[in-house]
């Protein structure tokens, strides 16, 4: 596609459901990324690939957070058991390889009530 | 543990008043230095892409300039467009290349 596509744009959900995000990137981009973004701050890098390899996790917050890029190309994160802490703008972003500039998509925005 | 430090937090300009906006970083070994914009609701849009003390990347009316310690983004003669949220990243140069953010300059620029 033209730019990284993530879905869905606003996702409302209840106190210890899971959800799972997607994330389109641009095809050919080998670097995919997810951030987190509260309001007012820069994005918080959480995970990392490189094709379909996840090269850092050091940024998910908890073992209820997890990422994966099964074909190299479209990435899902997963938060399993929500919480209200987990309400945040969900951002991936997406590059050539991995010291290029990354294309950001629109983000997911997740409320848990 | 890498940091970025934006300064200042906010800037209001007049239209035409030139100013810089300040990113100071500590990294483990810079591989690149990443300048963003953001507009209310939407993704960071690339910039720039700095690599080494010394360089220097313009567009229109942007210059980003990079040191050993801080990378200056100078606006020259701003126009009212250029009010956006800018960001300062910087990739450190460890096997697995992790992306630390600055909370960003929030830029308003008056008519």
């Known amino acids: 596609g033209a730019g990284v596509s993530q879905s869905p744009r606003y996702k409302v959900t209840k106190r210890g459901q899971d959800v799972a995000l997607r994330c389109d990137p641009i095809s050919g981009h080998v670097s995919l990324y997810w951030y987190r973004q509260a309001l007012g701050q820069g994005p918080e890098f959480l995970t990392y690939f490189n094709y379909e390899a996840q090269q850092d996790k050091s940024g998910l917050p908890n073992d209820r957070f997890s990422a994966e890029r099964p074909e190299g190309s479209i990435s899902t994160l997963t938060i399993q058991r929500t919480e209200q802490r987990d309400s945040a703008m969900y951002r991936c972003?997406?590059?050539?390889?991995?010291?290029?500039?990354?294309?950001f998509g629109q983000g997911t925005r997740l409320t848990v009530v | 543990e890498d940091q970025v430090t934006q300064s200042p937090e906010a800037l209001r300009l007049q239209e035409g008043e030139s100013s810089s906006l300040n990113c100071s970083y500590t990294v483990s070994g810079l591989r690149g230095l990443f300048w963003y914009r953001q507009d209310p609701g939407k993704g960071p849009e690339f910039l720039f892409t700095?690599?080494?003390a010394g360089e220097e990347k313009e567009k229109e009316r942007l210059k980003a300039t990079l040191t050993k310690k801080e990378s200056f983004l100078h606006i020259t003669a701003p126009k009212p467009e250029d009010s956006a949220t800018y960001l300062c990243a910087v990739v450190n140069s460890g096997g697995y290349q992790k992306v630390t953010f600055g909370t960003g300059t929030k830029l308003q620029v008056i008519p």
């Open positions: 972003a997406s590059s050539v390889y991995r010291d290029s500039e990354a294309f």
């Open positions: 700095l690599y080494s």
